[in-house]
């Protein structure tokens, strides 16, 4: 056992040392770079405030359950009570940096918060098809009928802490910048779901004679999350288009990755309650119908289930940008785009069992930054 222990506590301190070193190196090179001078800069602002939005598209598979035990005519129009996540979001984002005066270095904080939902969707599906033969003479048409009730939510929650540095590396001239950042990403993920459905099919009470007909209530709830910390590094670059950085058009581009330790969890909860009855039921709306119970489905007339699963996981994450912005005078910036971040193996997105699953969102986005302390 003790050896257990010590196995995961050196697993934890790797990742900490690893976390640790890279925001101790990225402070101890600031620092360390306070007589670095560039000219042009000497007037620019020392403080920059950013805010921004994105409009998102998500990347999450469907999430399909359908209950056991249901009878063909009610299975044929039923694909799953969630049958879909929210595909459409939004985010919104701040950020502000320090960058002292004659430094080519800079110090950023940045926040990113998102959500998306679908639903309440409700669905009624029914279906009628000839299915019960009484004697010789008459096949009687059944009815059935499947009413659906879902309802999604994700969330997303990002921070950054990084330091910059100016880079150049000559790939722009004298008249673009390029900024190479190093820092520490923190990521929270959390997706709920809700789903519900009633179905019935039988034989309409006008006919009489020997006939079976089935009732089922279907409830399913999921909760999934994803909380991780790791090192991360970013690279942007500006290039003039008309005018200058200072005041003018350009084009932003950068890109980001970052490796994040955390703890990933998921508790699902299904419930199936299904009847058999024989004898006569209407079944024109669930509130009309008459049960006469077999004892045929006793063994599945009420079937819980509750899966937990909570484990230590590593997540990759990458991303990127391209826009265009336009400089005020140096002291502000107005900047469209388009962004996307991935996160790999982020969820569980299984039932049952464990399922790996990515997340990401992209999409335009807008900001706007004011920069002031000349």
């Known amino acids: 056992m003790s050896e257990l222990i010590n196995s995961r506590d050196t697993r934890a301190t790797i ?4 976390l640790t070193g890279a925001s101790a190196l990225a402070l101890t090179a600031y620092v360390s770079s306070g007589g670095v001078t560039k000219a042009e800069d000497a007037a620019r602002p ?16 469907a999430e399909i359950w359908t209950p056991a035990n249901l009878p063909p005519v009610i299975d044929h129009p039923v694909t799953g009570i969630l049958s879909q996540k929210p595909r459409i979001g939004y985010d919104m984002n ?13 110090l950023s904080a940045a926040i990113q918060f998102g959500k998306a939902k679908r639903g309440p969707r409700f669905a009624h599906d029914q279906t009628y098809q000839t299915k019960v033969c009484l004697g010789n003479y ?11 009730h879902s309802v999604e939510e994700t969330k997303h929650l990002i921070l950054d802490f990084q330091a910059g540095k100016d880079v150049g590396l000559g790939l722009f001239g004298h008249h673009g910048d390029s900024t190479v ?9 959390r997706e709920r779901a ?6 019935a099919t039988g034989v309409p009470k006008k006919y009489n004679g020997p006939y079976t007909g089935y ?13 991780g910390i790791g090192p991360s590094i970013a690279w942007n670059g500006s290039v003039p288009i008309a005018g200058s950085l200072e005041d003018g058009l350009a084009f932003d581009w950068g890109a980001n990755a970052a490796l994040l330790f955390g ?8 419930h199936t309650e299904d009847k058999e009855a024989d004898g006569h039921i209407t079944i024109y709306t669930p509130s009309h119908l008459a049960y006469f119970y077999s004892p045929q489905f006793a063994d599945k007339s009420n079937v819980p289930h509750t899966f937990v699963r909570n484990k230590r996981v590593t997540v990759p994450n990458l991303g990127g940008f391209a826009g265009l912005s336009y400089r005020l005078g140096g002291e502000a910036k107005i900047a469209i785009g388009y962004k996307a971040d991935f996160f790999f193996g982020a969820i569980d997105g299984g039932i049952d069992t464990a399922k790996k699953e990515n997340r990401g969102f992209y999409g335009p986005f807008a900001s706007i930054s004011i920069g002031i302390g000349d």
Request: charge should be positive; include cysteine.
């Open 15 to 18: 990742r900490w040392k690893l």
């Open 46 to 61: 020392i403080l920059w405030f950013e805010l921004g939005g994105q409009f998102d598209v998500l990347t999450a598979p």
């Open 94 to 106: 701040g950020a502000v940096t320090f960058q002292p005066e004659g430094s080519d270095w800079s």
């Open 138 to 148: 008459h096949c009687l048409t059944t009815y059935a009928f499947t009413s659906l």
């Open 181 to 189: 950042k190093i820092g520490a990403r923190y990521a929270q993920f």
């Open 194 to 199: 809700d789903g519900m459905m009633t179905a």
């Open 215 to 227: 009732f089922l209530n279907a409830y399913m709830h999921s909760q999934r999350s994803f909380t």
């Open 263 to 270: 703890r990933q969890r998921t508790k699902v909860r299904t």
